[in-house]
Every structure is written in structure tokens, then in C-alpha cells.
């Protein structure tokens, strides 16, 4: 059972291009969060999705950035028009459902993240 | 909002001591606690995760306890070990009413001397 894959590993980008990152959850995994860890900061949350539903998009940027968990293929996060405030590592995690009824919360597993550097 | 914070921030220690690590959240409405490790350039890897029910997770030579009602989580590592050097990620899965994802503390940049 392949872990969460992210790809590219590193990807470089001019200012004003566009940067599109993906994510496969682990199989069985119906849940994926989007993180951002910014230089000399911690890793900040950004949204979550279901499969073809944006559940928290709370800590999205409200302009340039969009994200997407189609009912087939990887995750999508979207960067329109990069500028070198963008330059960080994303990072994605997923998860199964929550058992039910327990209220007990399962762990999230993180892929090896997408290093974007903004030029 | 949920705030967790990471003490310290660097530590430096020579192989074989024993070391704690600490982190406080300021709201104690959570499901549970992880704790991670992140080498340079590198992903995130779970080391324990403790459910909001349990005081303490032990694996190998790590042990993570949990007073949620104080909001407090310390990280034990017994014996270090050279390859034991990372940044350690401390996070928490807050209760309803906020973001859904985990909030993180910055980390405690841990260098074993060999």
C-alpha cells in the first residue's frame, strides 16, 4: 500500500506563471487536507477536501489559489500568477473517514511534499 | 483559535542523554495530539499519535504523554541517537468550530552530537 504521493517533488516557476501540484491519497483514503510550510514557519492548514466536495478551504489565500478532488485522479492545488511570496513546501496528507459515532479521530498520513520555488 | 507553541525551538545534546520535549496548545478541545518528525528537504513522518482519552503513547525509545486539561504534551526520546537529529513536529486536531486540518507548532530543531 503506496503512501501519499506527491508530485513533482520540485518545481520552479516564474513570476506570473502557473503552478499546479498533486496528490494521490493513500488508497482507501477518501479525505485530503493541503498544508503550506512557509520558511522558518510551521506548517499552516489550508484546506480539505472529500472527493468532489471543498469541505474547509479556511486557511486558502482568497485570490490565486483554488484547489480540487476530483471523483477520479489526484488532488489538484492551483497557484494562478505566482508571485515569490508563493515559494514554500505544500505539503498533503489524507485520511479515512472518521469512525463513526466513536468520536475518535484518525491519524493523518503526509506525503513527501512539493518544494515550489518562485524566480 | 488554536495555538500550539514548541519549547525549545533548537536543542543540542550529545549522544546517549536523555531529552524532553514540550509543546502547549492553548485550547484544550481537541480529539488528539501527533507528534512528527521532518528531516531537511523531507516530508513528514508520524511518530505517535494520542488520543484525547489517553495519557501517554510509548514506541521504541520514544514516549509521548498528554494532560489535555492543562494542554500540555511532552515528548520523551530515551538513548539518543545521532540519527535521532530533525526538526520535531508537534500538532494538534482541534474540536468543532475551527479548521478542520491540524494545527502545528513550529518545531524543535533537535542536533545530536556524536
Known amino acids: 500500500n503506496a503512501g501519499v504521493m506527491q508530485n513533482p517533488r520540485h518545481l520552479v516557476r516564474r513570476r506570473g506563471q502557473e503552478a499546479r501540484l498533486r496528490c494521490s491519497p493513500m488508497k482507501g483514503h477518501s479525505h485530503v487536507y493541503w498544508y503550506r510550510q512557509l520558511p522558518e514557519e510551521g506548517l499552516k492548514f489550508m484546506v480539505y477536501?472529500?472527493?468532489?466536495?471543498?469541505?474547509?478551504e479556511s486557511g486558502m489565500p482568497k485570490e490565486r489559489f483554488s484547489a480540487e478532488f476530483p471523483k477520479e485522479g489526484p488532488s489538484i492545488l492551483r497557484i494562478q500568477q505566482v508571485v515569490r511570496g508563493d515559494s514554500a513546501a505544500y505539503f498533503c496528507?489524507?485520511?479515512?473517514?472518521?469512525?463513526?459515532?466513536?468520536?475518535?479521530?484518525?491519524?493523518?498520513?503526509f506525503g513527501q511534499g512539493t518544494r515550489l520555488t518562485v524566480v | 483559535k488554536q495555538e500550539v507553541t514548541q519549547i525549545p525551538a533548537a536543542l543540542s545534546v550529545p549522544e546517549g542523554e536523555n531529552l524532553v520535549l514540550n509543546c502547549s496548545f492553548t485550547d484544550s478541545a481537541i480529539y488528539n495530539l501527533q507528534w512528527f518528525r521532518q528531516d531537511p528537504g523531507k516530508g513528514l513522518t508520524s511518530l505517535l499519535l494520542?488520543?484525547?482519552?489517553?495519557r501517554e503513547q510509548t514506541s521504541g525509545r520514544l514516549n509521548a504523554s498528554l494532560d489535555k486539561s492543562s494542554g500540555r504534551s511532552t515528548l520523551y526520546i530515551a538513548a539518543s541517537q545521532p540519527g535521532d537529529s530533525a526538526t520535531y513536529l508537534c500538532?494538534?486536531?482541534?474540536?468543532?468550530?475551527?479548521?478542520?486540518?491540524?494545527?502545528f507548532g513550529k518545531g524543535t530543531h533537535l542536533i545530536i552530537q556524536p
Open positions: 477536501l472529500q472527493k468532489e466536495n471543498i469541505i474547509d
Open positions: 494520542i488520543q484525547s482519552s489517553q
Open positions: 500538532a494538534v486536531k482541534s474540536e468543532g468550530g475551527g479548521a478542520d486540518g491540524l494545527t
Open positions: 496528507a489524507s485520511s479515512p473517514l472518521p469512525s463513526a459515532g466513536q468520536g475518535i479521530v484518525t491519524e493523518a498520513f
